[in-house]
């Protein structure tokens, strides 16, 4: 018998870059608690592990992060110095307002001093040097078991970020503000934002997680959310930084009985763009949904991959994507839907469409169903389409322009349906037109 | 106002105006007629922009301007107006704010201010009037699920609150009953103005009966083979298209 022995890979110089970031990191970084330093350990030896995705794992198919993976960047310094303060304010008026640069706590273009009772808003690095126990039965989590090397990496360079604690029954009328700022240094700096939610049973809680930048930075954040039995999470993602920029974002949901989550990811800005959402709906009754509507000109790529992941019974799945791309620009719709033996009564809808403004333009969609229980209702949908020229001709006889309101205005009537909040609806339009 | 000479142009790869000379002046109204395949709407199509026909040869003056020059938006800017045979839906825009997005690109092409809410809507409540059109219209989105005769009754009110120098009608009485012809066509008299010219494209006499044009012309195989006063267009009705090509006429 021949055994097969794994070969040993050498490492590239990229992976060495990290690992050496990773040792800077570690001995430059505050004393941590012990849980959290073997975290990072683990990540880090995934990471090295793994390596950077290339387009050979079905996950990565369409999109090549080589120009990630090539280059090497250096891990951005606490820049809250730099940042823009136009950006970073508040949309709305938000019961709480979180502003990082560069995956720091800005304390100075923050507010969360005084808050309602029940409701904590806190830097990740201050939970962990005064009251980890606090964050300890959640933080990494949902993310370590993941075979991801963007959130291995992540991970292994934990140190700052925001936590948002909502006590069971507590009710937060206004809308907690997360802004994550990246400001490229140099040559391109990476930042590794991290986000901790967790809700207590019985509450209800709006966040809106907000990213902005300038320069050719490298966003790589995670985001964890542990929705309370019986709460309601209305979660908005909002991904504005510049069109230079890299953006990689994983959200990891696990959602308790009868609990209710929905949220609505908006992409408007980035070169390369990768969102990752799996949600774990781990008791019954849970109604989840997830919406996303992104807007890719020049030549970005925005890849959207969603997995949904109906553990127990009778729990409901919404999901619609839309997307409008223009130029040269490029999307990836991947909607997993996995409903396990046990996950019966389970109802699960999905819809991706997108709308294509060039001969250029390109996506690439494709839903993902493995159902293992047999009382289920799972449906799945995609629609690609071009502007409607006899639109367009019917608002420029108008007087309407053709790069003004009448693309506009075409290209709206399919956006406006995804995103169902009245507050979103108004961002979106604004934003995309 | 309308001065167009040896038009000619292909859709489809097609020719289909191969020749078209007409002149229209201020404060008249010109009838366009002809069997179907003669080129009407084509003709009026051509005089909106609209980018599925070429034209291959020929001009056409505008108020002094080269108006196959002009791009489709800067046409209706300039004061050019087409109301479609076929009104095209745009769902999730609403009919009042597209109006008035329309409106004001006009104003602010010709250098005039914007209009705002108030002013926009004392108008439009003015027009709708006039048009018996149901004031929910407004507020719907443009054109969608409206009935046949609520989407050409629209494009007369667009074209009320528009007030263009030259209006082109294609065939705007296709498909409606006496009543809403009669409420469309009202719509268009009252638009009748020493300052205004219109060019109503139909195959049909009847719509003549309640807009009297000055003018009726026949269309036939690309050309206009006929022109004539007001009885022309009765002749027609009476004897039909294959009365015309028995009896050719040299223009």
Redesign the interface.
């Known amino acids: 018998m021949s055994q097969v022995v794994e070969q040993e890979k050498p490492a590239s110089p990229q992976l060495a870059h990290y690992t050496a970031e990773y040792q800077r990191a570690i001995a430059q970084g505050p004393t941590q608690p012990r849980w959290m330093a073997q975290a990072r350990g683990h990540a880090i030896a995934q990471f090295e592990r793994l390596g950077f995705p290339t387009t050979r794992l079905e996950q990565w198919r369409f999109t090549s992060v080589a120009p990630i993976a090539e280059r090497t960047f250096a891990l951005a310094a606490d820049g809250a110095g730099s940042a823009d303060a136009k950006q970073t304010a508040p949309l709305s008026s938000p019961v709480a307002h979180a502003v990082c640069v560069n995956g720091r706590f800005a304390s100075t273009l923050s507010s969360v001093d005084t808050l309602p009772k029940g409701v904590q808003v806190l830097s990740l690095e201050a939970a962990l040097t005064s009251n980890p126990g606090l964050v300890e039965p959640y933080l990494n989590q949902l993310s370590l078991p993941q075979a991801s090397a963007f959130t291995s990496l992540n991970t292994a360079f934990l140190r700052d970020g925001v936590v948002i604690l909502v006590a069971p029954g507590v009710v937060v009328d206004r809308p907690i503000e997360v802004v994550f700022a990246s400001v490229s240094e140099g040559a391109g700096s990476v930042s590794h934002p991290r986000l901790l939610i967790v809700t207590g049973e019985g509450s209800q809680a709006t966040v809106l997680e907000r990213y902005v930048g300038s320069g050719a930075a490298f966003t790589n954040a995670v985001t964890e959310v542990w929705l309370g039995a019986n709460a309601v999470i209305d979660h908005y993602k909002l991904q504005e930084e510049p069109s230079d920029s890299f953006h990689v974002a994983s959200m990891f949901l696990h959602g308790a009985r009868s609990g209710n989550f929905s949220s609505h990811s908006l992409t408007f800005g980035g070169g390369l763009v990768r969102n990752d959402v799996v949600a774990t709906l781990d008791g019954e009754g849970i109604d989840c949904t997830l919406n996303g509507l992104y807007v890719g000109r020049d030549r970005q790529l925005i890849d959207n991959h969603t997995t949904i992941d109906h553990a127990m019974p009778h729990c409901d799945s919404h999901e619609i994507y839309k997307g409008i791309l223009a130029e040269h620009s490029r999307a990836v719709f991947n909607g997993k839907i996995i409903v396990r033996p046990d996950a019966q009564k389970t109802d699960a809808k999905q819809t991706n469409k997108a709308l294509l403004l060039s001969d250029d333009a390109n996506i690439n969609t494709k839903p993902e169903l493995e159902i293992f229980a047999n009382d289920v209702k799972c449906t799945h949908g995609a629609a690609i389409g071009q502007l409607d020229e006899t639109a367009m001709f019917y608002l420029r006889s108008r007087g309407l322009g053709v790069s003004g309101r009448a693309r506009c205005w075409c290209t709206h009537s399919p956006a406006t349906s995804s995103t169902g909040s009245r507050s979103l609806r108004s961002v979106s339009i604004s934003k995309a037109s | 106002m309308l001065e167009i000479t040896n038009l000619q142009v292909s859709g489809g790869g097609k020719d289909i105006l191969r020749g078209i000379n007409l002149t229209v002046k201020k404060g008249e109204v010109h009838a366009i007629m002809g069997p179907n395949g003669s080129g009407k709407s084509t003709l009026a199509r051509a005089i909106?922009?609209?980018?599925?026909y070429e034209v291959t040869g020929g001009s056409v003056t505008y108020d002094g301007k080269d108006l196959l020059a002009l791009?489709?938006?800067d046409?209706?800017?300039e004061g050019v107006?087409?109301a479609?045979q076929y009104?095209?839906?745009?769902?999730?825009?609403n009919n009042a704010y597209?109006l008035k997005?329309?409106i004001n690109?006009?104003r602010k092409?010709q250098g005039l201010a914007e209009h705002d809410a108030m002013e926009f809507m004392a108008l439009v409540r003015e027009k709708a009037k006039i048009l018996h059109l149901d004031p929910d219209l407004l507020t719907r989105?443009v054109n969608e699920g409206f009935s046949g005769g609520e989407k050409k009754r629209n494009e007369i009110f667009?074209m009320a609150v528009?007030e263009p120098k030259l209006a082109v009608l294609d065939e705007t009485d296709s498909g409606l009953d006496i009543d809403a012809l009669k409420t469309v066509a009202e719509g268009v008299n009252a638009m009748r103005s020493p300052e205004r010219a219109i060019v109503v494209v139909t195959h049909y006499q009847r719509l003549l009966n309640y807009i009297v044009p000055d003018f009726v012309h026949v269309l036939q195989d690309g050309r206009i083979v006929r022109s004539g006063g007001k009885e022309l267009a009765l002749q027609l009705e009476d004897k039909g298209y294959s009365w015309i090509e028995a009896e050719p006429q040299l223009m």
């Open positions: 909106a922009g609209h980018p599925e791009a489709p938006e046409r209706a800017r107006f087409m479609f009104p095209v839906e745009i769902p999730g825009v597209f997005a329309a690109a006009k092409y989105p667009q528009l």
